[in-house]
Each structure stands twice: as C-alpha cells, then as structure tokens.
C-alpha cells in the first residue's frame, strides 16, 4: 500500500477504474457522426447523445465524435476530428448574417470529408416524392455509412430500394421517430418473427387532436390553430397536418414496412378537419363522441384498404380519451387479436431518443462481437 494513502481512497479508485470500463465482450468504437438539417429533433439528438454519453460507452461499447453538420443556412460543414456544437449552435441562433459553407457542395462530397459513420436525416417532408431525404440516405449507404431518418418521405417512396441498398451495402437503414416520435413500433414488430399484421387503426396526428380539443372549447377553427402556433406544436404552415397528409404519410409508411404491401398516398382516402365546425366539435363532446382525425387500414385480398378521417369516437373509449399532444394506435395480427400502444403528450426529446435508438441498433453486430450485417427494416 501507497505511504499515506488511505486504504478506503485506494479501494474507490479501483472501483471507479472498474466501473469505467465497457461490459466484457463489447469493443470500444469512435463513430463519426453527421447532421443532415439541425433544427428542433437533431439539435435535441445532440443534447440528448452528451447526455448519454457516458453510459453508451459503459453499457454498449460506443464512442462518438460529431463530425458533420449541413442546413440551409450554414451550408455544409465537416470536419474529422471533430466540430464544436456549441459554436454550431450559437451560429444558428444568431441574428447575424452569414454567408453559407459551399464546399464541399454535395451530399456525397459532405459524408466524404466528414469520413460519416452515421447520418442523421432530419430534412423536412416532402409528401409528393419524399425528395431530397431519400437522396441524402442513399448518398449514405453508398458512401459506406448506417443511414438515420427522422423523415416518413423516403419510407413511403423508397422504402424497398433504400432497405435493399442498405442490405447490400451491409448498412443499416432505421427510421424509429418517423411516426410516434420515439416509440419503437418497428422494432417492436421486428421482435415479433412470423406475426402478420391485419390492420390497424389509430390518432396519429397530435396537431389536429390539439386544436380540436381547443375547438370542444368554444374557439373557431382558425383560433384553435393559431394557439397551437403560438404554443408551438403547430408549424407556421399547418396544412399538412390539418389536411390530414401528415397523418395519411404515417398511415402509408406503417403499411410499407409493417403489412409490407407497397401504398401510394394517393390510394388512401384523405380528409382533413379543415371542414368541421365549432358547433359540431362541442356537439359531439357534450353527446360522448368526440371528433378525431382517425387513420385506419385493412387488409383486403392482396391489398390494404386505408383511410384518415374526422370520425367521432365513443369518449370513453381508448381513442376518445387521447387528448393534447397524445398518440394512440392499435394493431389487429393473425395471432394476438389486439395490441394497443399509447403515447402520452410526447416532446422533442422522445422523437430524438427513438434516433438515438437506432444509433445503438445500428452498431449493435459491432459492438457484440459479430460481424456487420445486412438490414431487414431494423
């Protein structure tokens, strides 16, 4: 022992160099990650992630440096030792101008010079042909990189191309927060060999549930979306949400990978809460049947029959008691007659933690020892 050094200072040392190591079997890796858009979810994803950091490496074997940042504004930007968020922050935040990074100017060029592991895609919705998202995920899994999106596009229009790229490209193609933030429905379905799913039915839309629920309480439509504005859970343009596309993207994309028949949007029948009134909304909460947006889909023969519409609901039903910013979704399968999963007024961070997530599944063949595979859905 030490001269002058306390046995008991000597046995918490030890314990702290013991307690930092990884799990036996697991390899430490330094994962080189990539922004692709740095707004609300990926901004959160990177808080979320040093908040995490310490346990990733304890209990999964990963380290990770961020080495690509790319918006709008700032342009693209990598480097491969590593950026300052902070400094990519306070950037975004600013009030000053500035001029964005041009080079390296593509996508494939970016992934390149940051020398991308991981891109995280969080661009925004493009419902006619879920472009540039499924450019940029495709320009990852060529580039040799697992490929993260927070974005339904690209699952609706090229889902089967991008799982197949990524199947051949031994990468991983995961896309947990696109529809209810962070929940993990695909994996959930993924642990479940053999289920086939029949149907489902749901509230997927919590922008339209809001101002509905503002609606029940005596203001016009145009006012209940405003409040969800100034509250922050409606975009500025509110269209596809209240339209309904938002909700018939999610309905698409759960048919796409879990019943695993290819949907156009267009073949879903789609009507939105624009037409409903003030009258009626109160009318069908005073009477027990709210109204709320409703995606459904079933299989029929070969096919799926799907629609989102305004229904009224039994208020003491499951769906009738989903309120605010709340998700709710039930899943008829071959096997269990029902399985039902509720979300109860969700934030920013459980759309970023279903990314963070699939960061973790992504390199789980690595971190265990075997070798890197190719991808199913997840």
């Known amino acids: 022992m030490p001269s002058g050094v306390p046995l008991i200072d000597i046995v918490r040392r030890a314990v702290r160099r013991w307690t930092s190591l990884p799990r036996k079997g697991f390899t430490i890796r330094t994962y080189n990650l990539c922004f692709l858009g740095f707004g609300n979810v990926n901004r959160t994803l990177a808080q979320l992630l040093r908040d995490r950091k310490q346990e990733l490496c304890d209990s999964h074997g990963i380290s990770f440096r961020i080495t690509g940042v790319a918006t709008r504004r700032l342009g693209w930007i990598a480097d491969p030792n590593g950026l300052d968020l902070a400094h990519v922050g306070r950037t975004l935040l600013s009030d ?41 995920i495709r320009a990852a899994l060529n580039h040799g990189a697992h490929a993260i999106t927070a974005n339904k596009g690209p699952i609706v229009h090229a889902y089967r191309e991008l799982r197949d790229l990524a199947a051949a490209k031994g990468k ?14 695909f994996s959930f ?9 029949q149907g489902f039915h749901g509230i997927l ?44 993207v999610k309905t698409a994309a759960l048919i796409t990978v879990l019943m695993d028949v290819p ?13 409903l009134t003030t009258n009626a909304v109160r009318n069908g909460r005073r009477d027990g049947w709210p109204f709320k947006l409703v995606c459904r889909a079933q299989r029929v023969g070969n096919g799926v029959k799907a629609s989102v519409a305004p229904e009224k609901v039994l208020s003491s039903s499951p769906m009738g008691r989903v309120s605010g910013t709340s ?52």
Request: aromatic share 10%; glycine share 6%.
């Open 327 to 378: 998700s709710y979704i039930y899943f008829e399968t071959d096997l269990f007659p029902g399985l039902a999963i509720t979300e109860e007024n969700p934030g920013l961070y459980a759309t970023a933690y279903g990314m963070l997530a699939d960061f973790v599944r992504a390199t789980e063949p690595y971190s265990k020892g075997t070798s890197e595979g190719g991808s199913r859905f997840l």
């Open 172 to 185: 991983r193609f995961l896309f947990e927060s696109t529809v209810m933030d962070g929940v993990p429905i």
């Open 189 to 197: 379905f993924h642990q479940m060999p053999t289920i086939h799913l």
């Open 263 to 275: 949907v156009k949007l267009e073949d879903i029948a789609r009507e939105g809460i624009r037409e």
């Open 96 to 136: 000053k101008s500035q001029e964005p990074n041009r080079d390296p100017l593509t996508v494939r060029n970016w992934l390149q010079a940051a020398q991308a592991d991981i891109l995280f895609e969080a661009t925004s919705l493009n419902v006619n042909n879920g472009q540039p998202a499924a450019d940029h």
């Open 205 to 248: 839309n919590s922008t339209t549930n809001v101002i509905l629920s503002e609606m029940e309480n005596g203001l016009s439509f145009d006012a209940a979306l405003k409040k969800a504005q100034q509250l922050g859970i409606a975009e500025t343009d509110a269209t596809h949400d209240i339209d309904g596309w938002d909700a018939a």
